[in-house]
Nanobody
């Protein structure tokens, strides 16, 4: 079992930055790929970024490429999402999730955090 806790969300103006953190506890976190997902009201959950267990392979959805950066620190059981040049359309609840394979598919992730709200004002 892996427990995940997100933090770092908040209210920011368009063009601003936030850094989300995902802290893990339980089984060896370094064995898992991690994805950051988001869900806006009335919309489906979507993967914005993912990273493999070692950190040497990443995925980004097109709309965040060049603005978001995912990274991990296995020594401290943490994964981060640096979000720059934020836009109002980035407003959503952001979740981190852990699974065996790096994938944009939510179905492949076993463990989920409770989410953190990100709100970008125009």
């Amino acid at each position: 079992q892996v427990q995940l806790v997100e933090s770092g969300g908040g209210l920011v103006q368009a063009g601003g930055s936030l850094r989300l953190s995902c802290a893990a506890s339980g089984r060896t976190f370094g064995n898992y790929a991690v994805g950051w997902f988001r869900q806006a009201p009335g919309k489906e959950r979507e993967c914005v970024a993912a990273i493999n267990w070692s950190g040497d392979s990443t995925y980004y959805r097109d709309s965040v490429k060049g603005r978001f950066t995912i990274s991990r620190d296995n020594a401290n059981d943490a994964v981060y999402l640096q979000m720059n040049s934020l836009k109002p359309e980035d407003t959503a609840v952001y979740y981190c999730a852990a699974g065996q394979f790096m994938s944009p598919s939510a179905a492949l992730y076993y463990y989920w955090g409770q989410g953190t709200q990100v709100t970008v004002s125009s």
